[in-house]
């Protein structure tokens, strides 16, 4: 799980997340719509986790009236470590794609 060509690929898909996320806060406005979902799919995704019952995520224990609850402190850490894992997965299954395609050809 620790080959250098997880690592590159790991690296390579973070590097990817921050560009296709920048426009969203400091990219022109005609790009803004589009990379906002970059960004919003994991943050609205810590409610999903709420619901799936996982305490602590949010502030006030997800009651706020009809506005949404902010992310705790740990529940900004949980997302974090979740989505790093999530694409550490990713990064590992296409090393071992990557890896296994090379060894079908000799």
Known sequence: MLLPRTLKIFAVLLVAYVLLAIPAYWGPAFLEPMSSYVVIVPLFSIYAFHKLGIPGLLEHHGACGWGLCGPTAFGWI????????????????????ISSSRTDVS
């Open 78 to 97: 949980f997302l974090v470590i979740f989505w790093t894992g999530v694409t550490w997965l990713i990064a590992w299954g296409l090393a071992r794609l």
